[in-house]
């Protein structure tokens, strides 16, 4: 969840803090009223004051191309909260195959005046200057997962904690293999030159280190099915003999699994990465070697749609003292196991 260049995209679904699931997030914040959901599950608005119809507000939307689950889930669900309300216009426009053509379209988009732009960058580095021309025009941005290198190019950033997704991962490996001082752990990292895959692997590899444990063997796909299939085969091939891995990405690990089934390997059972609908109908069924999944909730977009809804509208969380929606929102990362799935199988996405 989290990318960079092409399908890029990271990730981790569903609830943060306190049984509050991203998609409900800022619509809980409000109001102290009973919130209205909708049957569009990510999806969910309020039912005070901040909820009731107000000034109607453009807000454009740019996010890459869907040809991978979580970010598939993430336009879906940013224009399924923005329907919610009446008083919101969405208007999307195409990221390109690439960060200068998102660029582009931006530059366009800007030179429409919309309220409020909410954005996942092709890159966060690449798209920094788009997002400060947005800002120096007095257009919000909400940056969206991939951070801008610059906090001046965006009035919010919400994003995913992937250093607490890698940390989770590692307390759920740790706990169970406590006192084993010479397990094999392996690791199935996304893209090695992303922040977000280094912030995963640090927490990962802290986590193990209070157990005393370490990695053991690592490869790095390209958070592809076919990327995850290639160096799962080659990692299968280089330990005869494993404990357990953590596979970063529940996309790629659709390859993952495939490779693993094509080895006949069942020694070691595994933990997965965002949440996908197919990683818990396994973790639910029992049919494969995972157990757990972290997740990566990709309906941060729908929580991006609203409080970019309330600051264009110059609105604040009603339930917090500050008159003004925060700067930062930090998704936290929950940990899914089969006694626990069937809670999360609303919010899941298809790989």
């Given amino acids: ?177 406590k006192g084993k001082s010479d397990a094999v752990i392996a690791e199935i990292a996304g893209i090695d030159s992303l922040p977000l895959t280094q912030d995963r692997s640090k927490g990962f590899k802290d986590a193990l280190a209070t157990f005393n444990l370490r990695v053991t063997n690592r490869v790095a796909a390209q958070f592809t099915v076919q990327s995850g299939q290639d160096v799962t085969a080659n990692l299968l091939q280089a330990a005869s003999k494993i404990d357990a891995i953590w596979n970063h990405d529940d996309d790629q690990g659709v390859g993952v699994l495939a490779a693993i089934k094509q080895a006949s390997r069942k020694e070691f059972f595994m933990v997965g990465g965002a949440g996908s609908l197919d990683v818990m109908e396994h973790i639910k069924a029992g049919d494969t070697p995972l157990e757990a999944t972290v997740t990566y909730p990709p309906s941060m977009a729908s929580s991006a749609i609203a409080l970019a809804r309330l600051i264009a509208q110059g609105k604040g969380l009603s339930d917090l003292v500050e008159l003004q929606v925060p700067k930062q929102i930090v998704l936290a990362s929950e940990t899914i196991t089969k006694e626990n799935v069937d809670k999360y199988l609303p919010l899941g996405f298809r790989s």
Wanted: aromatic letters at 4%; a positive charge.
């Fill in 1 to 177: 969840m989290s990318r960079t260049p092409g399908d890029l995209s990271r990730r981790r679904l569903l609830m943060g803090g306190a049984a509050l699931s991203a998609g409900t997030l800022l619509a809980a914040c409000t109001s102290n009223a009973e919130p209205k959901t909708s049957d569009a599950g990510q999806t969910k608005t309020g039912s005070g004051d901040n909820a009731a119809p107000g000034k109607t507000v453009t807000i454009g939307f740019s996010a890459p191309s869907a040809d991978h689950g979580w970010i598939r889930a993430i336009t879906d669900n940013a224009k399924k909260q923005a329907a919610l309300y009446s008083d919101v216009k969405f208007t999307q426009v195409d990221a390109g195959k690439d960060a200068p053509a998102q660029v582009a379209a931006l530059q366009t988009l800007i030179q429409q005046k919309p309220d409020a732009i909410v954005l996942l960058p092709q890159d966060g580095a690449q798209l920094t200057a788009a997002g400060k021309a947005a800002m120096q025009a007095g257009i919000p941005v909400i940056n969206l997962d991939r951070e801008f290198s610059d906090a001046g190019a965006s009035r919010l950033l919400i994003k995913g904690d992937n250093y607490g997704m890698g940390y989770a991962a590692g307390l759920y490996i740790g706990n169970k293999l």
